[in-house]
């Protein structure tokens, strides 16, 4: 076993709205050098960092629209999110838990904030995750998790703290979520001066973002607060120690190495693909989901 270096710490851009529900920092594919074949199968990353909505009536999000071809991965930190989509998949998600969304052939969905949570605001925090689908699956039927914090497995670190395994494997224990490919998604809740070790194949494309706290990666690399640690594809263990107490989410996959052709919210493997899409759109085969 060899070490798996930090190729870069990467900052976070600034924010924009998706709806008027997720104020977002892209790290995935909108960084130079992250485009969806870096991370892959991770194709994109918004990061809505902390940040404070007001009360309001009408819950704020981002209404109907349509994905086709890969899966999109909800993680809430703070705050409620709700969704509906065109399959009869649906549900709330709060602080801690995970909506793992299979959109495959095709859904339409609506992301927004929980009703109740809308009406008295607060801190909101939350990570979208788009998870490429292979080609064998891109036109399988979709599928809807709900992995509230309770089903996730926890691993006990002792006076470090705890990984909390969503998807894949951590120290020979498995996560609830059901994946297509290898993948890896966790988050390292750690105390103040807490270490972790992970250990993914070198060929696995691999990051960690500082979601809470702030971290030193192989005994020297400092990673603050909503900054993205990217590894080389080399080497297959790392190390993370909380200056403070922390929140680390760590993704590792093994890269799909198919074409991407990407259209908006619909991935495919080829021009073609992406046609019979819009074709398959416009013409009602997404189902249908009243806004
Ligand atoms: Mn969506």
């Keep these: 076993m060899t070490t798996k270096t930090v190729e870069k710490i990467i900052s976070p851009k600034p924010a924009h709205f998706v709806g008027d529900g997720f104020r977002v920092h892209n790290f995935i594919p909108g960084i130079p050098g ?23 009536d009408q819950p704020r999000g981002v209404g109907v629209h349509p994905h086709r071809g890969f899966e999109t991965v909800t993680i809430a930190y703070k705050g409620k999110v709700q969704h509906h989509d065109s399959a009869g998949g649906g549900g709330i998600i709060g602080e801690g838990d995970v909506q793992w969304m299979t959109a495959a052939k095709g859904v339409l969905h609506k992301e927004y904030h929980e009703k109740k949570w809308a009406k008295t605001g607060g801190i909101f925090q939350m990570v979208q995750l788009w998870v490429n689908l292979p080609a064998v699956y891109k036109m399988s039927c979709p599928k809807y998790q709900s992995i509230p914090n309770t089903d996730m497995t926890k691993v006990d670190l002792g006076n470090n703290g705890f990984v909390e395994i969503i998807a894949g494997i951590h120290n020979d224990q498995k996560g609830p979520a059901f994946t297509f490919s290898p993948v890896h998604v966790m988050n390292a809740k750690l105390n103040k001066h807490g270490k972790a070790e992970f250990n993914f194949p070198a060929d696995y494309n691999t990051a960690a973002l500082v ?14 607060v909503n900054h993205l640690v990217l590894f080389k594809n080399e080497g297959e263990t790392f190390t993370i120690e909380a ?9 590792s996959g093994m890269p799909l190495n198919e074409p991407i052709h990407a259209h908006g919210p619909f991935v495919m493997n080829s021009r073609d693909e992406i046609m019979q899409t819009f074709e398959d759109y416009n013409l009602g085969r997404f189902g249908y989901l009243p806004d």
Excluded at 37 to 46: Q, T
Excluded at 211 to 224: D, L
């Design 34 to 56: 992250m485009d969806m074949k870096r991370m892959d199968p991770f194709i994109m990353l918004d990061y809505n960092s902390k940040f404070h909505f007001n009360g309001t």
């Design 211 to 224: 979601i809470e706290g702030s971290i030193t990666v192989n005994g020297s690399e400092k990673a603050p």
């Design 243 to 251: 200056q403070e107490d922390s929140i680390i989410l760590i993704i």
